[in-house]
T-cell receptor, first 114, second 113 residues
Framework: AQSVTQLGSHVSVSEGALVLLRCNYS??????LFWYVQYPNQGLQLLLK??????LVKGINGFEAEFKKSETSFHLTKPSAHMSDAAEYFC????????????FGSGTKLNVKP | KAGVTQTPRYLIKTRGQQVTLSCSPI?????VSWYQQTPGQGLQFLFE???????NKGNFPGRFSGRQFSNSRSEMNVSTLELGDSALYLC????????????FGQGTRLTVV
């Protein structure tokens, strides 16, 4: 069975500050890993994903995440927050042999203060 | 190209009624998955369809069902609606090859009163 834990349901940062959203997963084998963003009354948009290869993954809007197998983590970072980054972020995993079935974390709402 | 289209965007139903939601995937995508999003339970997988066949199923009661047509469009049906079925229902489409991403629609907001 797979599960995803996102630490912190709400994170608040100042504009220009570092954004760090935490994600840990539980899986018997390393899964595929994803970060999605959701704006109010919208669907989910993929920020980045890790499937194979380089463990540091760069995504859209300046976000990146690093897969750390030893820590079973896939934390999302952005060096400098922008007001437009305020949204809810979801970490998700899928099994390598069942990759169209996602398990989502509970989400982290990011607030960016001016 | 056009994204994933879900209709209707908003729906209000009464307890005990049934409802059908529709999802048109991105052209060429043959896998369609459905998710329920609620404040309490978060995002939960309902089912996935590929080539008109249900390939994966989540832990939802039999009141939740779906189907996929030959053009890959999918519908999900919820019978005997309960207040707890109020949620945002999201559809995602993807290619079936590995290392591809799932594209989500904007969802259908269902309110059961």
């Amino acid at each position: 069975a797979q599960s995803v834990t996102q630490l912190g349901s709400h994170v608040s940062v100042s504009e220009g500050a570092l954004v760090l959203l935490r994600c840990n997963y539980s899986s018997s084998v390393p899964p595929y890993l994803f970060w999605y963003v959701q704006y109010p009354n919208q669907g989910l948009q993929l920020l980045l994903k890790y499937t194979t290869g380089a463990t540091l993954v760069k995504g859209i809007n300046g976000f990146e995440a690093e897969f750390k197998k030893s820590e079973t983590s896939f934390h999302l970072t952005k060096p400098s927050a922008h007001m437009s980054d305020a949204a809810e972020y979801f970490c998700a995993v899928s099994a390598r042999d069942n990759f169209n079935k996602f398990y989502f974390g509970s989400g982290t709402k990011l607030n960016v203060k001016p | 190209k056009a994204g994933v289209t879900q209709t209707p965007r908003y729906l209000i139903k009464t307890r005990g009624q049934q409802v059908t939601l529709s999802c048109s995937p991105i052209s060429g995508h043959r896998s369609v998955s459905w998710y329920q999003q609620t404040p309490g339970q978060g995002l939960q997988f309902l089912f996935e369809y590929f080539s008109e066949t249900q390939r994966n199923k989540g832990n939802f009661p039999g009141r939740f069902s779906g189907r996929q047509f030959s053009n890959s469009r999918s519908e999900m049906n919820v019978s005997t609606l309960e207040l707890g079925d109020s949620a945002l229902y999201l559809c995602a489409s993807s290619l079936v090859e590995m290392n591809t991403e799932a594209f989500f629609g904007q969802g259908t907001r269902l309110t059961v009163v």
